[in-house]
């Protein structure tokens, strides 16, 4: 499996500002997610990472609250825009393969909102 | 699109007994089931996973069943031990789509001496 590298690996910030997280890849792979895990729960998909072009965002979540780059296969960031303590959560990488489906996950980037 | 439901929500065996963790999915086209271990302050690990084309899976103390019929699927941990305590996740898909992976709320999973 790939070696997926996040950072920052935690961070606490003011409310009103903004945070980029930063997904490295060890391997060039097609697929690239962004997970949300609120706090005691489960995972919620926010985007897939499409290189070159924009990203597919799910239902509940828009680009300009979480506006995604992935300028390479190995490469992407998210973006936390204008946060609130409803935002304080683990934002998790995630590389994939939709023939096999196994999905493979980074360590997380841990955010509080104050 | 896809539900999948986790039972149960915690779980507190004893050191050396066996755990079970079950999950039921709602699409019948879902052929792909992975379960995830999800230790305190780290990501997700892919721990083992399942294919509609088998129905039973083992990897030394772990397995997974599947029961394409009922349309669930359990995780089996046997002789636990104390590094078993975490969240566990199951999932579901439909490879080859652009479905994406469907996950279960979680169970912690606490293993006491």
């Known amino acids: 499996s790939a070696v997926i590298s996040q950072k920052p690996s935690r961070d606490i910030c003011q409310r009103g500002t903004s945070l980029t997280i930063q997904c490295q890849v060890d391997?060039?792979?097609?697929?690239m997610f962004w997970y949300r895990q609120q706090p005691g729960q489960s995972l919620t998909l926010i985007a897939t990472?499409?290189?070159?072009?924009?990203?597919?965002?799910e239902s509940g979540f828009v680009i300009d609250k979480f506006p995604i780059s992935r300028p390479n296969l190995t490469f992407s960031t998210l973006t936390v825009s204008n946060m609130s303590p409803e935002d304080s959560s683990i934002y998790l990488c995630?590389?994939?393969?939709?023939?096999?489906?196994?999905?493979?996950f980074g360590e997380g980037s841990r955010l509080t909102v104050l | 699109g896809e539900n999948v439901e986790q039972h149960p929500s915690t779980l507190s065996v004893q050191e050396g007994d066996s755990a079970v963790i079950k999950c039921t999915y709602s699409d019948s086209a879902s052929n792909y089931f992975p379960w995830y271990k999800q230790e305190l302050g780290k990501g997700p690990q892919l721990i083992i996973d399942?294919?509609?084309?088998?129905g039973e899976k083992k990897d030394q103390r772990i397995a997974v069943t599947l029961n394409k019929t009922a349309k669930h699927f359990s995780l089996h941990i046997t002789e636990t031990q104390p590094e078993d305590s975490a969240v566990y996740f199951c999932?579901?898909?439909?490879?080859?789509?652009?479905?994406?992976?469907?996950f279960g709320t979680g169970t912690r999973l606490q293993v006491t001496l």
């Open positions: 995630s590389v994939g393969q939709v023939n096999t489906g196994e999905l493979f």
């Open positions: 990472a499409n290189q070159g072009s924009e990203a597919t965002y």
């Open positions: 391997s060039q792979v097609t697929m």
């Open positions: 399942i294919r509609s084309n088998v």
């Open positions: 999932a579901a898909l439909r490879t080859g789509t652009a479905s994406k992976l469907t």
